[in-house]
């Protein structure tokens, strides 16, 4: 699954392309995977928001591709599909340096629709 995203096209030489499909298609990290999830059914995300969702992806806390550790159940957690989704798109954000900007724009829209609101 990939987004197409033109306007990332120069970033992308730049970083470092680690390919993880053959560690993600392997046995071990099935297993693990598998084992993870009927330990820790439900989207830890969600939990925090009080909200019961099954977990159906076990996402990596530090990513494989920052040296995080791929087994380690220390560094697994149980996400939604829509958690991990909005994990990776801040994630992506981040590395192109957008992660600030975005969360002042939206504090600022935020903050100028609530002063609109009250007058
Ligand atoms: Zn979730």
Not at 32 to 37: A, H, N
Not at 70 to 97: D, M, V, W, Y
Request: glycine share 4%; with cysteine; net charge positive.
């Amino acid at each position: 699954m990939k987004v197409n995203r033109p306007w990332v096209k120069e970033y992308k030489q730049q970083e470092r392309t680690v390919d993880n499909s053959k560690f993600y298609n392997s046995r071990t990290w099935r297993k693990t995977r598998k084992l993870f999830l009927e330990n820790n059914p439900l989207c830890i995300h969600c939990e925090r928001l009080g909200v019961t969702t099954p977990a159906n992806v076990v996402d990596h806390i530090i990513p494989i591709s920052e040296g995080g550790d791929k087994l380690n159940t220390k560094n697994l957690q149980p996400l939604c599909k829509k958690c991990h989704e909005k994990k990776s798109a801040s994630e992506s954000a981040k590395k192109r340096g957008m992660g600030k900007k975005l969360s002042v724009y939206k504090r600022c829209t935020s903050h100028d629709s609530q002063n609109f609101t009250h007058e």
